[in-house]
């Protein structure tokens, strides 16, 4: 008999199951679940760069796609699925309790948005990232972003943390600990509750929470403090060990064995991001850059131990021994939006047809949906060919730093610009214009 695995992709607005024959590589099925609450616009501010997901999207996703990814297959390939393993977006963290409850699904803090997650491009901790930057730099002991690119960016982690903490007093004082998107979906699945439990993904601890072996995990506890108090004792709370994606996170609990109508012997692999995860399903090989364009891009190269060694390499987001592959350097880079660009792009310059159809009232709302979907697709092919006619000395140059720098030297602070540059113009005219 085959043995067979399912692979979950959790990005910005939905979660993607595959069932795979382990032995052969065939895809027999696969399934996708649109997070409801973050389609409808919930829980997002975007004019302040605040980004969340509740983890009821997560749950329900994770249930959605996999029971979708599971109705058309037998029993005998029910029977035989062997593991599962989840990739997320990242950084993206939230604060647990100490019985390990993310704060979110308590009920006095179902809606408060400091008690979710804070998805990759929640980019309201920018302040939080120039102190951890500057203090990295002048503490007087060991840089903690040496192997992060030098900066540390408002999409990671502690940044993320402290500024939670210090925005909201409830959610502080009924925060025990935090955890990344990644790690709390094997706990889920796993059922595990004990904090000090959870087994921490290599991909999120080096890329994104400064962890380093050659320091002994997590920044030092004195560094953490002298960035602000809040911050003192929370080292403790966290993690020592981080794991590879080649590890075993612990098997299917009997309540998602259930549920999802699996048997419980089930492996559930650590977690890791998806972006590591895109560059091993095409394959990635030793000084071989492979770019996973989505929402947002992320480059990523593997380099052998033997041939990078401890150099860090500025600008970058991070160089991690087995973020990647388990044996090999895993180095990141990339830019915090791509997709989303053109999702506004289009949106923009179709902006009046679809105000006008908004405003038909015989066009059913489905018709209507229909109809704006179909021209948006029609947009950018139109608008490529009439681009390639322009003159060759009459162009656009477009700085694409519209939701921040991510590389090189993250800097959310950065903003994007379009300029349209002709060669008949003088620098003084460019200038002004």
């Not at 015989?362 to 390639?388: D, G, H, W, Y």
């Amino acid at each position: 008999m085959s043995d067979y695995v399912i692979g979950l992709d959790f990005g910005t607005e939905s979660v993607r199951a595959l069932l795979v024959d382990a032995a052969s590589g065939e895809q027999l099925s696969s399934g996708v679940y649109h997070f409801s609450r973050f389609m409808n616009g919930k829980y997002c501010v975007p004019e302040k760069n605040l980004f969340r997901h509740h983890p009821l999207d997560y749950i329900e996703g994770l249930e959605g796609a996999i029971l979708q990814c599971l109705e058309g297959v037998g029993k005998e390939v029910r029977d035989n699925v062997r593991g599962i393993s989840a990739d997320t977006t990242g950084s993206t963290p939230g604060p647990l309790d100490k019985e390990g409850t993310l704060l979110a699904l308590r009920p006095e803090f179902q809606d408060n948005l400091n008690a979710m997650f804070l998805l990759w491009k929640d980019h309201t901790s920018v302040q939080e990232t120039t102190e951890i930057t500057s203090a990295a730099k002048n503490w007087g002991g060991i840089d903690f972003t040496r192997y992060s690119g030098g900066f540390y960016s408002a999409e990671w982690f502690w940044a993320k943390l402290l500024h939670t903490l210090r925005v909201d007093t409830e959610v502080r004082r009924a925060t025990y600990s935090w955890i990344e998107l990644c790690d709390w979906i094997p706990a889920v699945l796993t059922g595990t509750t004990n904090v000090s439990s959870i087994k921490r993904s290599r991909c999120a601890a080096g890329h994104k929470a400064m962890w380093h072996q050659s320091w002994g995990g997590l920044p030092d506890e004195k560094f953490l403090s002298g960035v602000d108090r809040l911050l003192a004792s929370f080292r403790e709370k966290l993690y020592t060990t981080s794991h590879t994606s080649d590890r075993s996170a612990g098997t299917l609990s009997p309540e998602w064995a259930k549920r999802l109508g699996l048997k419980g012997e089930v492996i559930v692999g650590v977690g890791a991001f998806d972006a590591h995860m895109g560059a091993i399903g095409v394959g990635i090989k030793p000084y071989t850059l492979v770019k996973i364009m989505g929402t947002s891009t992320c480059d990523i190269i593997v380099v052998p131990r033997e041939d990078l060694g401890d150099r860090p390499v500025k600008g970058i987001c991070g160089q991690v021994d087995g973020s990647v592959l388990p044996d090999m350097i895993g180095l990141e880079a990339g830019q915090s939006a791509v997709g989303d660009v053109f999702d506004w792009f289009v949106s923009l310059v179709n902006w009046p047809v679809s105000t006008i159809l908004e405003d038909i009232a015989f066009i059913n709302s489905e018709r209507k949906r229909l109809l704006i979907t179909e021209i948006q697709e029609k947009t950018i092919p139109v608008l490529t060919s009439a681009a390639k006619q322009l003159p060759i000395d009459e162009s656009i140059v477009a700085l694409d730093w519209l939701n921040g720098r991510r590389t090189p030297d993250a800097n959310q602070f950065l903003k994007g610009a379009i300029i349209i540059n002709r060669t008949d113009h003088s620098q003084a005219e460019l200038a002004a214009n």
